[in-house]
Nanobody
Framework: QIQLVESGGGLVQAGGSLRLSCAASGRTFSTCTMAWFRQAPGKEREFVAAMSSSGGRTYYADSGKGRFTISRDNAKNSVYLQMNSLQPEDTAVYYC?????????????????WGQGTQVIVSS
């Protein structure tokens, strides 16, 4: 069991950057696949990025490739999402999620642990 708390969201102009952080409590963090999802108003929650428990494998949605970078620090029980070249269509609530390895990394229902979300607003 882990608890997740996101931070780092805010208002940024198009072309700007934000770094989201997710702090985890619980001793199983280092064994978990960690991911970021986002949900815009009126839309379904969508996959953004994921990283394997060791950090050796990363996965990105096409929308974030080349702009977003996921990273983790198992010593600090934290996962991060660096977002560059932000665009208005990136506006959403961003969620940190975790699960034990296995399943489709981009599918929200395979994740057991979720944070409360942090709002990102990108103005044009």
């Amino acid at each position: 069991q882990i608890q997740l708390v996101e931070s780092g969201g805010g208002l940024v102009q198009a072309g700007g950057s934000l770094r989201l952080s997710c702090a985890a409590s619980g001793r199983t963090f280092s064994t978990c696949t960690m991911a970021w999802f986002r949900q815009a108003p009126g839309k379904e929650r969508e996959f953004v990025a994921a990283m394997s428990s060791s950090g050796g494998r990363t996965y990105y949605a096409d929308s974030g490739k080349g702009r977003f970078t996921i990273s983790r620090d198992n010593a600090k029980n934290s996962v991060y999402l660096q977002m560059n070249s932000l665009q208005p269509e990136d506006t959403a609530v961003y969620y940190c999620a975790g699960r034990l390895p296995g399943g489709t990394y981009s599918e929200p229902r395979t994740y057991s642990y979720w944070g409360q979300g942090t709002q990102v607003i990108v103005s044009s």
